[in-house]
């Protein structure tokens, strides 16, 4: 089964497992969704993942993260879309949630948060925001 939106679909998938309260969710795994899944795990977002290769294809493990019973991703969307790509430069990267939050950006320079990006005065794809 091929994917139009594979990032979308982890993101999907996240938000589902938290509604239902669910302690890991497993999906397909990509360099792409690991580098994601490191940030959210930097961040605070989510407790760990990992990858796993029992078949031919790996899948990515992620532990999510409660606090008093509620998920702490209490917002998780796609900004960039397949259809419609958002790019932004350094200066005009937004702020989420007035700072609480984090944007996740493809830069030239690999995946990081927004405030990274800003720091290294570099832009890119705005991927999604989470907070």
Known sequence: MSLSDPIGDMIARIKNAQMRNHKKVALPSSNFKVKIADILKNE?????????TESNKPTLSVDLKYYSGNPVISTFERVSKPGRRIFSSADSLPKINGGLGIAIVSTPKGVMTDMDARKQKIGGEIICKVF
């Open 44 to 52: 605070g977002f989510i407790k760990d993942y990992k990858i796993e």
